[in-house]
């Protein structure tokens, strides 16, 4: 009787892998797993980084501001306005100004909006003149030629006269005001000036033999201005002839008021197309070096700048000006590459709101005015390249090829490692599974040939 010996046959392999092979798959699958975590950590943390950056760029949540919006007591000014035959109208009532500028005196630039403030044109002063009751109190800008001023009695304060101006709109329409103060030189006849003020009550006075009849407003400042300024389409050089760059040596000329609201017109009404910008030169170390030395070579010329950190951007509300904007955004923006003088840039862009996302990297298009003082942190003062800026956008850098790549192929070696186990394993588990049945079987032929030995 042969019986089935171990230690001479040997133990069947119960699969396909050794015990090294097995070793050395767990530990390819290891490393793949390890390198995985690591791709998938770092597109994490590069996908943390952008949620941040994003919600650095939003503009932050601004507090709500409570504007304390003045009272104007309608019913006194009805009370003293005495305008309602026309012989009334040919007296200017003493009562009717010191309410009138009584009213007036809560009147500021912040609560404009808040009282429903409007631009005085010749179809409103028609109307108010058809219904002066209708319109009492309403709150009014009047930009206007001076045609004539004169001082009025301060029973309040004798050594501060105040001022009535007799002028007309731009429009033609004729008006009057009386104002506490003016704001910069006192007005001439033919200078342009502005005022926000209250209408008080109809006015009539004879000039050059005839009866003008008008609305009179209130208010408590009156400011130079100057005309509305047609949109400028086209630059001309004569305009910018007399622009000079701030210098130590020529002194410090400021902004040219005429120049400047030229090239801001011009930026703001720049149609797509009109300027080639792919030939406009970069604004890199050796054209920001050059600019500063001879900005004259450069006045008013389109530059680009592919990528700018944007050092500091806000809306700015605007002085009066002939564009009639209110608000621009203004701001610094530098690069690492400028080494010289100038490693910063001041600039204006002829924009309401700030665009998103433009608060860390930015691509910029802009036209270049002039050198300009300013006053830096530590006191002092510098001079630096001043543009105004045409767009901004938001610089995002291009996505990593590299890690994009190893990414697709460490996913790839994942999956066909697990297809390439996942076969191995059935087909070691069938090799497993024929194994065990031919033991099964040598078990039952040496059961069958020791049973008749055990009889016998």
Known sequence: MQLYDPKKVGVPSSGLFNAGEKRRMLFMVIGLIVMAITVVTMQMQSR???????????????LPTEVAVPKIDVAKLEAVAADERPEQRVVLPGEALEVGFAQAAQVYDSVYKDLGGRELTAPIAAEILADPKAHRGKLLRVRCTVEEMKQLPNPLAPDLPRFFVRGHLEDGAPLYFAVAEFIGLAPAPGDFVRMDGLFVRVHSEEVEGAWREAPLFI??????SSPRREPVTLL?????AFVRDDSVEHGLEGLDDDAYWDLVSYVKNLQPGQVDWEA???????????????????????VRVPVARMLHVWTQAQPENPLRIETMIEGWFGRGDWLGQAKVVRFVAPMDTIPPNVRKDVIVRAFFYKNLAYTPKNGGAAIAPFFVVESLQEFVPPDSAGLRHLTY???GSLGGLGLLIFFMLRRDRARSDELEAELLRR??????????????
């Open 48 to 62: 943390k980084r952008q949620d941040a950056r994003s919600a650095e760029l939003v503009a932050p949540v601004q």
């Open 443 to 456: 078990r039952r032929e040496r059961r069958q040939k020791l049973t008749p030995a055990a009889k016998s």
């Open 280 to 302: 406009a030169p970069i604004l890199d170390n050796v054209t920001i070096s050059d600019i500063f030395r001879d900005g004259s070579a450069w006045r008013c010329k389109p």
């Open 409 to 411: 192929i460490v996913a």
């Open 236 to 240: 001309d050089p004569a305009r910018f």
């Open 219 to 224: 208010g408590r400042s009156m400011y130079e």
